[in-house]
């Protein structure tokens, strides 16, 4: 194996969106996470509505649809 070839190992703080903590190993030194075992639907058994990043909001914008001509739409 070559020397000085992999990056510095950290014992890193893992960081839920629920408040859980624990330890894991990365190459950075806190990681945030949405979802971990205590708080993911499949783990818990209850369901949750996770956001996926406006994938909605994403799509109206690509298309230049407005909320306006929907509700135009939606009337007629």
């Known amino acids: 194996m070559k020397d000085n ?6 014992e890193a703080d893992v960081v839920c969106a629920c408040g859980e903590r624990f330890k894991a ?5 806190e990681i945030r996470v ?12 209850k369901q949750k509505l ?3 990043g406006g994938r909605v909001d ?3 914008r690509r ?3 407005k909320e306006e001509e929907e509700e135009q739409e939606e009337e007629a």
Do not use: A, N, Q
Not at 25 to 29: A, D, E, H, I, L
Not at 34 to 45: A, N, V
């Open 58 to 60: 994403r799509f109206m």
């Open 25 to 29: 190993y990365s190459t950075k030194k």
């Open 50 to 52: 996770v956001d996926t």
């Open 5 to 10: 070839i992999h990056p510095t190992l950290y």
């Open 34 to 45: 949405e979802l971990c075992s205590k708080c993911h639907p499949f783990f818990t058994g």
């Open 63 to 65: 298309w230049g649809i």
